[in-house]
């Protein structure tokens, strides 16, 4: 017999997914408007208020699981990982736009050598897949990996930060344009952005851990 | 200086302990009762299989289980009431400070006397007071000092949560009071005979929500005098009110652990699926 608890977590369940397909579509809409220098931020903002609203209504709907049916073991876990999760897709949207709005602001990205983006835009991409993967198959041996691909994007990150400290340090900003100034600034904002990402991509992996096993991740 | 300003700290480290007692460490630590390969039975049908289980001194410790698992028959095999249904029968051991309760020196009386009994629906003495239903014990068992007796009904009847409001009204019939009251009043009788464990079968079964709400506040304020063991069908009250949580189905302990374990992360299939209303 189906417990009435089931039907709220199937609602819930389904709100997350339609909350990962659209956060997925959302940041890589992102990157390639950066990749390309297409501005289009006002799509991307009404992406982003969209998965707001969405975080809102999951966890306005889970308090009142909790209050309704007192949901413990697996369940309680869920609906308490299912904040967290939507959270991290709403920081996917907001982030995201924070990207459109580098592009918006700096100017469009063309001139700048993107490659340092694209790389790390592809890890965080399959960072993203794989924690919508692990979240579809409640599987709890994903996160271990996101956890690796996390340091690869936080080694990049920091690698280009201290790049642009080593700049400054040796003097060199007096020889740099104007453009190169603005491509350091739009390549080191949305690295910081992806980056961002990468750690919210990883928190789902260790909601997805917690609720299968109950134990927080080892990393955590 | 040093130690008073150490107190407190002990005291929280004590309170978040008790949070994160698991199985192994309750088998580690001093035990109020040790229940020892206990089988219980109704004529030919076995009750009870092999439990054991350690309780922690001061502690509240829950049986919940699907109605007919053992909960009550366990409960009251922990006291020797068991044993007083015809037909029934007892076989194993369940040590009270390490003292064998179904030993044949001791006195069932005095087991009745350390280990008190709160049953599901309040059961005041009819034709008594307020006050001789708190010291009817207390006379059953030769206190004559009248003093004494004054005292001991006060003090059980604040540690029951009743004193403020029936001190006016003691000579009054135990059985006008309402059926929250009357439930506090035979906690208050049980206090009276300052038993070291406390037994509650469903107390709160037959109450509503607000006169359940004072007995689960008066059985957590209880636990700093006395051990409790509650049974419980409502597992909300089980995750309010008790520190340990034991699962029972079919007769047997399926789970033991820290109620906040067992409760958000069971180790047991049968657990989850019992707590989680997917069965039962």
Redesign the interface.
């Given at each position: 017999m189906t417990r009435l608890l089931d039907i709220g977590l199937d609602k819930i369940k389904n709100l997350l997914v339609d909350m990962s397909i659209l956060s997925e579509t959302t940041v890589n809409m992102a990157i390639e408007s950066y990749e390309k220098g297409i501005a289009i931020r006002s799509k991307i903002f009404d992406h982003s208020e969209k998965l707001r609203l969405l975080q809102l209504e999951i966890a306005d709907f889970a308090i009142e699981l909790i209050a309704r049916y007192q949901p413990v073991a697996t369940d309680l876990r869920f609906l308490q990982s299912c904040l967290d999760i939507s959270y991290g897709f709403m920081r996917f949207g907001r982030y995201a736009y924070d990207i459109s709005e580098v592009l918006e602001t700096i100017g469009p990205s063309h001139k700048c050598d993107t490659s340092i983006v694209s790389t790390m835009a592809l890890i965080v991409k399959d960072m993203i897949k794989l924690s919508l993967d692990s979240l579809r198959d409640l599987d709890k041996d994903i996160s271990p990996k996101l956890y690796v691909m996390d340091d690869s994007v936080d080694s990049i990150y920091r690698n280009f930060l201290r790049k642009t400290f080593k700049l400054d340090s040796e003097g060199l900003s007096t020889t740099i344009t104007i453009n190169d100034m603005k491509c350091y600034m739009s390549t080191l904002l949305i690295l910081r952005y992806l980056e961002r990402i990468s750690d919210h991509a990883c928190y789902i992996g260790d909601c997805v851990h917690y609720i299968v096993t109950g134990d927080p991740t080892p990393r955590k | 200086m040093a130690v008073e300003n150490l107190a407190p700290v002990e005291k929280k480290e004590q309170i978040e302990e008790s949070f994160v007692y698991l199985d192994d460490e309750i088998e580690k630590s001093h035990s109020k009762l040790v229940v020892k390969d206990v089988n219980g039975w109704f004529g030919s049908k076995q009750a009870l299989k092999s439990i054991n289980i350690n309780i922690k001194p001061n502690s509240v410790t829950a049986f919940i289980g699907p109605s007919g698992c053992g909960k009550t028959t366990l409960l009251r095999c922990l006291n020797r009431m068991h044993e007083m249904t015809t037909g029934a029968k007892i076989t194993g051991e369940v040590l009270l400070d390490g003292l064998n309760i179904y030993d044949k020196a001791i006195n069932p009386v005095i087991i009745k006397r350390r280990i008190g009994m709160v049953f599901q629906k309040p059961n005041p003495f009819p034709t008594m007071s307020i006050q001789d239903n708190v010291a009817a014990g207390l006379k059953l068992n030769g206190v004559r000092d009248r003093n004494l007796i004054q005292d001991i009904v006060e003090d059980s009847l604040k540690g029951a949560a009743l004193w403020n409001e029936v001190k006016d009204e003691l000579d009054k019939p135990g059985v006008s009071l309402s059926g929250g009251q009357q439930q506090r009043l035979c906690i208050a009788r049980a206090l009276a005979m300052q038993p070291e464990v406390l037994l509650m079968d469903e107390p709160t079964s037959a109450l509503d929500p607000l006169a359940s709400s004072k007995i689960e506040e008066l059985i957590s304020n209880l636990r700093e005098r006395v051990t409790i063991i509650i049974v419980t069908h409502n597992?909300?009250q089980a995750?309010r009110v008790s520190d340990f949580t034991a699962f029972m189905y079919l007769g047997e302990l399926i789970e033991y652990g820290a109620t906040n374990q067992i409760?958000?992360?069971?180790k047991k299939d049968l657990?989850?699926r019992y707590?989680?209303?997917?069965f039962g």
């Open positions: - | 597992m909300q995750a409760f958000k992360n069971p657990t989850e707590i989680s209303g997917k």
